[in-house]
T-cell receptor, first 109, second 111 residues
């Protein structure tokens, strides 16, 4: 089964609003990677977090890794229609990426 | 364009048949990964190769097999196909664990 749990499964956002998606694990994660998959597309690497408490920003996206390395979050500010897609968190361990189920984001214009 | 090339992009075949999906990794990437994505199972890891050798195995059925050739391209063979094997099959490659690049996938429909 999946080691990382993602919530919510679906996120419906009004354009211009902020939202956050969460990734949780019952065990300590070696790292956490985030991917975005547009409808009909393939997963695209966004970022990797490795250190406890790490925070990284990419324009309107803010990624955090929890102090205990058991959770991570992706916060998007001022949502745009280009943010539509499914966001996956994943841990790379034992030579493989183990993905969460993803958060599918739709945007109301 | 991730640099990972997968063929065919779409494939329709009948139950009981066998198909081969092909993947060319990014230039210089020694690691190749295969994933299956279906609506109810999400992204499931199948198998990983590094420089021709199998290094990790996930929930890959016995009817499925893969290999990586000396030129580093990889093939995923799916045999005795069932309706439930219909899915999007992704190949990915990497030079290290920090960034993994996915191809556009091969859509398999079993009818």
């Amino acid at each position: 089964g999946q080691q990382v749990m993602q919530i919510p499964q679906y996120q419906h956002v009004q354009e211009g609003e902020d939202f956050t998606t969460y990734c949780n694990s019952s065990t300590t994660l070696s790292n956490i990677q985030w991917y975005k998959q547009r409808p009909g597309g393939h997963p695209v690497f966004l970022i990797q977090l490795v250190k406890s408490g790490e925070v990284k920003k990419q324009k309107r996206l803010t990624f955090q890794f929890g102090e205990a390395k058991k959770n991570s979050s992706l916060h998007i500010t001022a949502t745009q229609t280009t943010d539509v897609g499914t966001y996956f968190c994943a841990e790379f361990n034992d030579y493989k990426l183990s993905f969460g189920a993803g958060t599918t984001v739709t945007v109301r214009a | 364009d991730s640099g990972v090339t997968q063929t065919p992009k779409h494939l329709i075949t009948a139950t009981g048949q066998r198909v081969t999906l092909r993947c060319s990794p990014r230039s210089g990437d020694l690691s190749v990964y295969w994933y299956q994505q279906s609506l109810d199972q999400g992204l499931q890891f199948l198998i990983q190769y590094y420089n021709g050798e199998e290094r990790a195995k996930g929930n890959i059925l016995e009817r499925f097999s893969a290999q990586q050739f000396p030129d580093l391209h990889s093939e995923l063979n799916l045999s005795s196909l069932e309706l439930g094997d219909s899915a999007l099959y992704f190949c990915a490659s990497s030079v290290d664990a920090n960034t993994i690049y996915f191809g556009e996938g091969s859509w398999l429909t079993v009818v």
